[in-house]
């Protein structure tokens, strides 16, 4: 199930190059995770992407680059946004963020594995941590400028010093911008360095990197509204296609193809993303009915799942899933459309089978659990409860689990249970004042024991923020 959770616009975790006129110049490395306040107090919003079989694929593809640069695999996060352009960045706290454009417009697998490698390359060499120095120097030489102008304005006192205080000042600005510009140049060519060892370790292909290269080469002279957002965060230079088409057309990897099976799963998973996320005059532009290729016929599934044809969805499905019996996600999708489409019970059949081909994925639990819980049959009420709390022990941090969780035992009667839950999915969506009336009615009514605690520990937790006064 492919679903959209709406997050604030990330703040911009380094700034500010102060020169005259209160003008400021900036370096923005977008976080998602963070929230700040957008232009004009706005609060600006991103969609996250969550879907087993996108995130699957993702995994995939990171762990091995991951593992193969010295690096925890599960120390890093990966995130999907959904933001047609094409563009991919890292931030703080090993988070990696993949637009869902950048997989839409990637021709092959091996293409989006380039660039994962490259954004490797930063978490790899601590790029982000460094940055903040390069920021402090380049604002210490933008204020030495400034006073410098200042000191030439008091001492000219004549015809024209304004004008070379002023020449002085926005020279300052101008080499404190270059000093950063020059960083980001060379951090750039450093994550290209450490994705080719990285690829080569692998023995995969670093084509791909160098395919986007070229897509994107002519956008440098763009002003930057045009440009893609890949563009303004990783700089092009001439050097950096210099060195990767060197080693692409060096390297002994460069024509070793991936693992079998890789390339037929990136085209579904762009498929399934076009399929869900364009017009459905572009899912059909770019899935005629003349292709009949799987990733075809999966786009247009979910085109006409999106238009409300049930039935010629679902024909599409069967015939995809006569294919693949064993797909989970192709099984997914079918329990989706069956229960969206009014056929809940239909669609516990499709749900169980992929729940039982993917056992580790939280999201296909939490969608099994739900569809029990719609079905209104008490018996699958404590399968629904259990299925969430596995997933919930994988995923805690999941506002809907939670909530489903509080739906499942209050139905059964069990109220303590029941607001512990809701007041954990209150907690997570910010709720402040409403998870503290749920810790007290859950600490009120639950018996002594962890979940007792848990309701108090979630009472004091809200007490610090300070954002509700004591009644």
């Known amino acids: 199930m492919l679903s959209l959770t709406c997050r604030r616009r990330p703040g911009r975790l380094f700034a500010l190059l102060c020169c005259t006129a209160l003008a400021a110049a900036s370096v923005r490395v977008p976080d998602p995770a963070r929230a700040q306040e957008g232009q004009g107090g706005r609060k600006e919003s991103v969609a996250v992407i969550r879907d087993a079989e996108t995130e699957t694929l993702l995994r995939t593809y990171a762990d091995p680059l991951f593992r193969a640069g010295g690096l925890d695999p599960g120390l890093v996060r990966i995130i999907l946004i959904n933001d047609p352009a094409i563009n991919s960045f890292v931030s703080t706290g090993n988070r990696m963020f993949i637009n869902t454009g950048l997989i839409e417009q990637a021709d092959s697998a091996v293409e989006l594995i380039g660039v994962m490698a490259h954004e490797t390359g930063h978490v790899i060499g601590g790029h982000l941590s460094k940055l903040p120095d390069a920021m402090r120097q380049a604002l210490y030489e933008s204020i030495a400028a400034m006073l410098l102008g200042l000191a030439a304005g008091i001492a000219g006192r004549g015809y024209g010093s304004g004008d070379a205080a002023a020449g002085i000042m926005l020279g300052g600005t101008q080499m404190a911008q270059r000093q950063v510009l020059s960083f980001s140049r060379a951090i750039e060519a450093s994550a290209d360095q450490s994705a080719m060892r990285v690829l ?3 023995c995969w292909s670093a084509a791909g990197l160098l395919d986007l290269f070229h897509k994107l080469e002519g956008q440098e002279a763009l002003v930057a509204e045009m440009q893609d957002p890949y563009v303004r965060t990783h700089p092009l230079t001439a050097e950096r296609i210099a060195y990767v088409q060197n080693h692409v057309e060096t390297s002994p990897c460069s024509q070793h193809a991936l693992p079998a099976g890789w390339d037929t799963s990136f085209q579904m998973v762009k498929a399934k993303l076009i399929g869900f996320l364009q017009f459905p005059a572009d899912v059909a532009r770019q899935y005629p009915a003349s292709d009949r290729s ?5 786009a247009r599934a979910i085109m006409l799942y999106r238009q409300g044809h049930t039935d010629s969805a ?7 899933l006569a294919e693949q019996p064993g797909n989970p996600w192709l099984l ?4 989706q459309i069956l229960f969206e489409g009014g056929r809940g ?7 169980w089978m992929a729940a039982r081909l993917a056992p580790d994925q939280a999201l296909i639990a939490q969608e099994l659990a739900h569809a029990e819980i719609e079905t209104d049959d008490p018996r699958l ?10 997933a919930l022990a994988r995923e805690r941090e999941d506002a809907f689990s939670w909530h489903e969780l509080g739906v499942a035992w209050g139905r059964l009667g069990n109220m303590g249970e029941a607001d512990l839950a809701l007041a954990e999915a209150a907690m997570l969506k ?3 004042k409403g998870a503290r ?9 639950l018996p002594p024991g962890p979940a007792r605690l848990r309701a108090l520990d979630i009472g004091n937790a809200v007490k610090k923020e300070n954002r509700v006064p004591e009644q």
């Open 314 to 320: 679902l024909e599409l499905m069967n015939g995809l």
């Open 294 to 298: 799987a990733a075809a016929r999966y």
């Open 332 to 335: 997914e999708l079918k329990g």
């Open 345 to 351: 019970q239909e669609a516990l059949a499709p749900y």
């Open 200 to 202: 080569d370790r692998l």
């Open 437 to 445: 009336e749920l810790a007290r009615r859950a600490q009120a009514e």
């Open 381 to 390: 009420l404590r399968p629904a409860i259990a299925r969430l709390q596995s």
């Open 430 to 432: 910010g709720d402040i």
